[in-house]
């Protein structure tokens, strides 16, 4: 049955040009206590995604695919060079076991308050400054992880979408619980002990991805590491690859950053300082620090903080007098513009009771939950809106604001904010209802490029609030594009 089904989604992808995404990754051997995974069987190579020219998006999927072959991790195989060559590697399971054994979180409900209580006496554990703690390197907190969707077809049904494909979503929380992962075994890699930090997700830099189709019955590796820290944050480097014929594919690439609070989540706490070993790893630190210069350099130039350039201006003006009704000559009377769709008439709202299953190690909302109802409700919106099956191209620029405690009414909103040939940028706005005050809360904002089948119609925004969304979206959109170009035109890795 699962070379029928194979061949039957793997003809369909080949017939519609289609393939979902990702970016490099890297092989390697290190583990911890976990068990071999079977071998899978045996599977024709996959044809050449970025080559669809009937496809809209190829030319930009052929781009990606040649990011790939470019930025292949020099850092992630010297790494694996120095792992001790064991094939026993740890499954997503074991990463969540792994973390409420660091934490000393219940697998019990009943049981959780009491032993979030018993972590206020690991203040103690805290060092009082940064120097106190002894340096890292980035090969200390390496880890590989399997997803043997292959091998153990038992739990495919989880990651499993109508189109037989792996449900994004699920992807995205098992990044989540393995960017925190590698940031416990970069502070406290060896030690059994509780860890006195609490780790949580602040922000999802970038993920970017180069095929289409992420097949749901074959092995997925993940691997990653620390690769830049800050007195008390952490930038982790992630990549996920798919078994093809017994060779590795890259799939993604994603950047997540982290903080450390102390026991209780309520203050930032230090965290072990990390030494570049040789030129590569000092190129991947520096690279590390800029982002975070970028990061505050956008957050500067916020919309909310700083009026448009004079080059938005003109662009809102004209699309503005695109929209006047030229029989009125009136400035209220405004007419839609051909294949256009107003701003006001592309959007998808939805409600989640966030209930105890949903909980992370502290006894909060988990963050992966968070990015997958977020995910799946843009999905929808750029689905509805493009008329055709959406792929993801990148996610970008995720600020995780403030927890979502358990019982929270989580209300997501998603809004299609700028759109080119046959891309769509979705931003969806997450907030909590607190039905004792009554008042609304913003949690997150999530920004996804997704690119459609064919054209889609260009979003038209009406008011003033309407353009600045549509201004950020294009702002999104062309940091993606940018950075497709400047890696494109990046020497290749040795």
């Not at 995604?49 to 052929?62: I, K, P, Y």
């Not at 850092?75 to 060079?81: G, I, K, M």
């Not at 448009?308 to 809102?316: G, Q």
């Amino acid at each position: 049955m699962v070379g029928t089904r194979e061949g039957e989604h793997r003809a369909a992808g080949r017939r519609s040009g289609l393939a979902e995404l990702g970016v490099y990754g890297a092989g390697g051997l290190s583990a911890w206590h976990g068990r071999s995974p079977r071998a899978p069987p045996a599977r024709r190579l996959e044809p050449s995604l970025g080559l669809c020219s009937a496809a809209r998006g190829g030319r930009m999927l052929a781009l990606r695919l040649c990011i790939v072959k470019k930025t292949t991790s020099v850092l992630a195989r010297a790494l694996t060079s120095q792992s001790n060559g064991s094939q026993s590697l740890p499954d997503m399971s074991e990463v969540r076991s792994r973390l409420r054994a660091i934490v000393g979180a219940s697998t019990n409900w009943r049981d959780h308050v009491q032993a979030m209580q018993e972590r206020k006496a690991l203040h103690t554990l805290l060092a009082q400054k940064q120097e106190d703690l002894p340096p890292k390197k980035m090969k200390d907190s390496y880890i590989e992880v399997i997803l043997p969707l292959g091998s153990q077809p038992e739990i495919r049904e989880k990651y499993l979408n109508v189109h037989d494909s792996v449900r994004f979503g699920r992807i995205l929380e098992d990044l989540d619980s393995l960017g925190v992962l590698i940031c416990y075994t970069h502070t406290n890699p060896e030690s059994h002990q509780r860890s006195p930090l609490s780790i949580v997700t602040a922000l999802v830099d970038k993920i970017n991805l180069c095929k289409k189709v992420i097949y749901p019955d074959c092995d997925i590796r993940f691997t990653g590491n620390v690769s830049w820290v800050g007195k008390t944050s952490m930038e982790v480097k992630m990549h996920m690859l798919q078994e093809y014929d017994g060779v590795y594919s890259p799939v993604l690439d994603a950047t997540f950053v982290m903080v450390a609070r102390d026991p209780e989540n309520k203050r930032p706490a230090f965290v072990n300082p990390l030494i570049p070993d040789g030129p590569k790893e000092e190129e991947v630190f520096k690279q590390g620090a800029l982002n975070k210069i970028k990061r505050t350099d956008f957050n500067t130039t916020s919309l909310l903080k700083m009026a448009p350039t004079a080059e938005e201006r003109n662009i809102v003006h004209n699309m503005f007098l695109n929209t006047l009704d030229t029989r009125t000559v009136s400035f209220r009377s405004r007419v839609l513009p051909p294949n256009s769709v107003w701003m006001e008439d592309a959007k998808l709202k939805g409600l989640q009771i966030c209930h105890p299953q949903e909980r992370n190690v502290f006894n909060r909302i988990f963050g992966g939950f968070l990015m997958r109802k977020a995910f799946e409700l843009g999905w929808a919106t750029a689905c509805s809106y493009g008329g055709s099956r959406p792929f993801i191209v990148s996610v970008d620029d995720i600020m995780f604001q403030r927890p979502v405690e358990i019982g929270s009414l989580l209300l997501l909103s998603a809004q299609v904010c700028y759109t080119e040939k046959n891309y769509i940028q979705i931003r969806v706005h997450s907030e909590v209802y607190d039905t004792d005050t009554k008042e609304h809360k913003t949690t997150n904002i999530f920004h996804f490029t997704f690119m459609s089948e064919n054209e889609v119609p260009q979003i038209v925004p009406k008011t003033y609030g309407e353009s600045m969304l549509y201004l950020d979206g294009k702002r999104h959109f062309s940091a993606t594009m940018k950075e497709t170009r400047e890696a494109m035109n990046a020497p290749a890795a040795a």
